[in-house]
């Protein structure tokens, strides 16, 4: 590639993940050359500022048509800003409890935790504008190892060395497997770019290894479903979150699983969705059966699991497991609202999530416990935390008037859409949402009519009281006006451009 070609691009286009690698560069140069007894706290500042910079470009990249650089490598669509939203705004309020994070094990890594972080974040941006197997696979793994040692940040906490090496481990075997079936792809297509998949996936020589096409779906499906922590690559989560750093476990929680549920509507609904099945069908629709089985056991491990936890940090890793059950059943019924049914609940679930984390954070610090027990009489010593704390356990739990009840009421409606015989998806999303009711309102017991005597009041700082404030008042406006989220949804992004050959928009970069 000479420089003629290189100086043709758009590069404009990739704004925002060019500021996040400038600022994550900066970070790392300025930590290098700092005292070592020097505050790392203006690195945050720095960090934030990028990432609401990034934010910035997004937003005026919304009237931007589909553009694609790097031979179809890279493409700026609806799809991929949407997501990018979400992806750099949890990065934000995930930005803010790090810094105000006490526990001494952060402050002697100085800063390495902010531009790790951004590289993570860099990954996750990278995969929602992929339209390649490499630059998704490329994507995937800056995200992942960024995460794998963040995970171990706490050097002297035996539990965080051991999450650390659990989740290196659990993450080179999904790797594999992912791997595993990607080659398949691409042995019976020779293509890595995506829409050149799905269309040498219609030719009848191949459709002939129609069994071959469903197993390459099927492994690489499994493979990808470590990034959400769904069955069955999902025993990593509890040890993970349990021992990472609070914002850690919160940027994992948030931010890895939306960057997660991208890859696999990226790679699986482009990739399959055209090709046809053994029987003329979608071979989408040929792998619902096993796709349905892994959402529903998904649903249940999480939800059952939870029961018996009364570590909270454990018990919130049996949650993401279990709502990862819940946004995978839009895959399974196939709606024409997919996207918007996934890019509401990551919404909604971004807010109740962090807001939770934040006061997980103050908690744990304070108590130096990870135990329910340290929520007792809440309300009583500190009810500005135990009422945000209840809308964000009744959101999570789908009460109405909650940001996650419309978000799960959508994806049960989508579901009834399915056929007869399948209602049972919906039954079981249905009967693991009341058996989550167990662990979300013990959680609100202990906090309202358990005795906290003797219990500390709880300070909280400026910056997590901003955090929760704001998740607080997000979650409660879209459980009521959820119109608002949509409208702007529907405002400013064309689904069908997600399935808009690029070719057919921009030849630009074929000719060179």
Same mark, same amino acid.
């Given at each position: 590639?000479?420089?003629?070609?290189?100086?043709?691009?758009?590069?404009?286009?990739?704004a925002?993940?060019?500021?996040i690698?400038?600022?994550?560069?900066?970070?790392?140069?300025?930590?290098?050359?700092m005292?070592?007894?020097?505050?790392?706290?203006?690195?945050?500042?720095?960090?934030?500022?990028?990432?609401?910079?990034?934010?910035?470009?997004?937003?005026?990249?919304?009237?931007?048509?589909?553009?694609?650089?790097?031979?179809?490598?890279?493409?700026?669509?609806?799809?991929?800003?949407?997501?990018?939203?979400?992806l750099?705004?949890?990065?934000?309020?995930?930005?803010?409890?790090a810094?105000?994070?006490?526990?001494?094990?952060?402050?002697?890594?100085?800063?390495?935790?902010?531009?790790?972080?951004?590289?993570?974040?860099?990954?996750?941006?990278?995969?929602?504008?992929?339209?390649?197997?490499?630059?998704?696979?490329?994507?995937?793994?800056?995200?992942?190892?960024?995460?794998y040692?963040?995970?171990?940040l706490?050097?002297?906490?035996?539990?965080?060395n051991?999450?650390?090496?659990?989740?290196?481990v659990s993450?080179?075997?999904?790797?594999?497997?992912?791997?595993?079936?990607?080659?398949?792809?691409?042995?019976?297509?020779?293509?890595?770019?995506?829409?050149?998949?799905?269309?040498?996936?219609?030719?009848?020589e191949?459709?002939?290894?129609?069994?071959?096409?469903m197993?390459?779906?099927?492994?690489?499906?499994?493979?990808?479903?470590?990034k959400?922590?769904?069955?069955?690559?999902?025993m990593?989560?509890?040890?993970?979150?349990?021992?990472?750093?609070?914002?850690?476990?919160?940027?994992?929680?948030?931010?890895?699983?939306?960057?997660?549920?991208v890859?696999?509507l990226?790679?699986?609904?482009?990739?399959?969705?055209?090709?046809?099945g053994?029987? #003329?069908? !979608?071979? *989408? &629709?040929?792998v619902?059966?096993?796709?349905?089985? /892994? $959402?529903?056991?998904? =649903?249940? +491990? @999480?939800?059952?699991?939870?029961?018996?936890?009364?570590?909270?940090?454990?018990?919130?890793?049996?949650?993401?497991?279990?709502q990862?059950?819940?946004?995978?059943?839009?895959?399974? #019924?196939? !709606?024409? *609202? &997919?996207?918007?049914?996934?890019?509401?609940?990551? /919404? $909604?679930?971004?807010? =109740?999530? +962090? @807001?939770?984390?934040?006061?997980?954070q103050?908690?744990?610090?304070?108590?130096?416990?990870?135990?329910?027990?340290?929520f007792?009489g809440?309300?009583?010593?500190s009810?500005?935390?135990?009422?945000?704390m209840?809308?964000f356990?009744?959101?999570?739990?789908?009460?109405?008037?909650?940001?996650?009840?419309?978000?799960?009421?959508?994806?049960?409606?989508?579901?009834?859409?399915?056929?007869p015989?399948?209602?049972?998806?919906?039954a079981?999303?249905?009967?693991?949402?009341?058996?989550s009711?167990?662990?979300?309102?013990?959680?609100?017991?202990?906090?309202?009519?358990?005795?906290g005597?003797?219990?500390?009041?709880?300070?909280?700082?400026?910056?997590?009281?901003?955090?929760?404030?704001?998740?607080?008042?997000?979650t409660?406006?879209l459980?009521?006006?959820p119109?608002?989220?949509?409208?702007?949804?529907?405002?400013?992004?064309?689904?069908?451009?997600?399935?808009?050959n690029?070719?057919?928009?921009?030849?630009?970069?074929?000719?060179?």
């Amino acid at each position: 590639m000479d420089l003629d070609t290189l100086l043709s691009f758009k590069w404009s286009v990739m704004a925002p993940e060019f500021i996040i690698l400038g600022v994550a560069t900066l970070l790392s140069v300025i930590d290098l050359f700092m005292k070592k007894e020097s505050s790392r706290k203006p690195l945050a500042w720095l960090a934030g500022a990028g990432v609401l910079g990034a934010l910035a470009a997004i937003f005026m990249q919304l009237d931007t048509e589909v553009t694609s650089i790097l031979y179809d490598t890279y493409r700026l669509d609806s799809f991929s800003k949407a997501f990018k939203i979400l992806l750099l705004l949890g990065t934000v309020l995930v930005l803010v409890l790090a810094s105000n994070y006490k526990k001494e094990d952060i402050e002697e890594n100085r800063g390495e935790f902010y531009y790790l972080l951004l590289s993570a974040l860099l990954g996750a941006m990278m995969m929602a504008s992929s339209a390649d197997l490499i630059t998704l696979f490329v994507g995937l793994e800056l995200l992942s190892l960024s995460s794998y040692i963040m995970a171990g940040l706490e050097r002297r906490n035996n539990r965080s060395n051991e999450s650390a090496f659990k989740y290196v481990v659990s993450g080179g075997i999904a790797t594999a497997i992912t791997l595993f079936g990607m080659s398949y792809v691409f042995g019976l297509t020779g293509e890595t770019n995506l829409f050149m998949i799905a269309q040498n996936m219609q030719d009848p020589e191949l459709l002939k290894h129609g069994f071959l096409l469903m197993f390459a779906f099927l492994i690489t499906f499994a493979g990808l479903t470590f990034k959400i922590a769904a069955a069955p690559l999902h025993m990593w989560a509890p040890d993970v979150y349990e021992g990472a750093p609070v914002p850690v476990t919160a940027f994992l929680s948030v931010v890895s699983k939306t960057a997660g549920f991208v890859i696999l509507l990226r790679f699986i609904i482009i990739t399959f969705i055209a090709a046809p099945g053994i029987d #003329s069908e !979608s071979l *989408l &629709l040929e792998v619902q059966p096993y796709v349905m089985i /892994l $959402a529903a056991a998904t =649903m249940i +491990i @999480g939800n059952v699991t939870a029961l018996r936890q009364r570590n909270i940090k454990r018990m919130f890793a049996y949650s993401s497991i279990a709502q990862a059950g819940y946004i995978l059943v839009p895959f399974v #019924s196939n !709606s024409s *609202l &997919l996207f918007e049914l996934i890019w509401f609940y990551l /919404l $909604a679930y971004l807010f =109740m999530n +962090i @807001g939770a984390f934040t006061i997980i954070q103050v908690l744990t610090v304070q108590e130096k416990s990870n135990d329910i027990s340290i929520f007792r009489g809440l309300f009583k010593r500190s009810p500005w935390l135990a009422v945000p704390m209840t809308f964000f356990l009744l959101s999570l739990a789908g009460i109405p008037i909650t940001a996650g009840f419309v978000g799960k009421f959508g994806i049960f409606m989508g579901a009834l859409g399915l056929e007869p015989a399948h209602y049972w998806l919906a039954a079981v999303m249905m009967a693991t949402t009341l058996v989550s009711y167990v662990y979300y309102f013990n959680v609100i017991a202990v906090m309202f009519f358990r005795d906290g005597e003797g219990a500390a009041k709880v300070s909280v700082p400026s910056g997590l009281a901003a955090v929760l404030a704001f998740c607080a008042v997000s979650t409660v406006i879209l459980g009521v006006m959820p119109d608002l989220a949509l409208d702007f949804f529907y405002g400013n992004f064309d689904i069908n451009e997600f399935f808009m050959n690029i070719e057919a928009v921009d030849t630009h970069t074929h000719d060179h």
